[in-house]
């Protein structure tokens, strides 16, 4: 367990749905992250917020929408997906973004088909 | 270019036996760098993270970081079958991105 946690851990939806994956961290950390991983690929990098803020936008499609409304909570609404989108979604935290040494720590993921 | 290259494996150590696991970066400004153990469907877990030259032991894992050479290394003594899993290596880049390699699986065999 480390101290961040995801739901759902699981959602099958269609083309036309709209759903929101949510992310909540305990450690008290300021950064926060969502990271897509596809079979046989590295991470991928999507979104960073930092203080609430958004830092990075990893050329993302628009048919994902993060929110971060306080530094504990991330969510990803999702709209219009393709079956491309198919993966793990990750959500990670860190003390805060651009420190040298900052490591993340990884929730679970949701692991999210799209029909 | 890929920043982050590692072999996909997979590797096969016996149990008992040193792993080796490499990784090579690209951006010579990289300052931070990473090791995250993946087990099968689960998410990423940090292992060790190390930023100055030379080698940090903890446990049976030693990182080992060469700046010069752009390389940074995982080894893992005494390997277990709990040890079985994907290492992925990942860089602190000089523009704050934190790119991850494609992880190499390892398996220890009994």
């Known amino acids: 367990e480390t101290g961040v946690t995801q739901t759902p851990r699981h959602l099958v939806m269609g083309m036309t749905n709209k759903k929101s994956l949510k992310c909540e961290q305990h450690?008290?950390?300021?950064?926060m992250y969502w990271y897509k991983q596809s079979a046989k690929k590295p991470l991928e990098l999507m979104f960073v917020?930092?203080?609430?803020?958004?830092?990075e936008n990893n050329s993302v499609p628009s048919r994902f929408s993060p929110e971060c409304p306080n530094s504990s909570h991330l969510f990803l609404h999702l709209h219009t997906l393709q079956p491309e989108d198919s993966a793990l979604y990750l959500c990670?935290?860190?003390?805060?973004?651009?420190?040298?040494?900052?490591?993340?720590?990884f929730g679970p993921g949701t692991r999210l088909t799209v029909l | 270019q890929k920043e982050v290259e590692q072999n996909s494996g997979p590797l096969s150590v016996p149990e008992g036996a040193i792993a080796s696991l490499n990784c090579t970066y690209s951006?010579?400004?990289?300052?931070?760098f990473f090791w995250y153990r993946q087990y099968s469907g689960k998410s990423p877990e940090l292992i060790m993270f190390?930023?100055?030259?030379g080698d940090k032991e903890d446990g049976r894992f030693t990182a080992q970081l060469n700046k010069a050479s752009q390389y940074v290394s995982l080894l893992i003594r005494d390997s277990q079958p709990s040890d079985s899993a994907t290492y992925l290596c990942?860089?602190?880049?000089?523009?704050?991105?934190?790119?991850f390699g494609p992880g190499t699986s390892l398996s220890v065999i009994p």
């Open positions: 190390i930023y100055s030259n």
């Open positions: 990670a935290s860190s003390q805060d973004w651009g420190g040298a040494h900052r490591e993340q720590f």
């Open positions: 450690l008290g950390h300021n950064a």
């Open positions: 990942a860089a602190k880049t000089s523009y704050d991105k934190v790119i």
């Open positions: 917020y930092n203080f609430k803020e958004q830092t």
């Open positions: 951006d010579r400004g990289s300052q931070s």
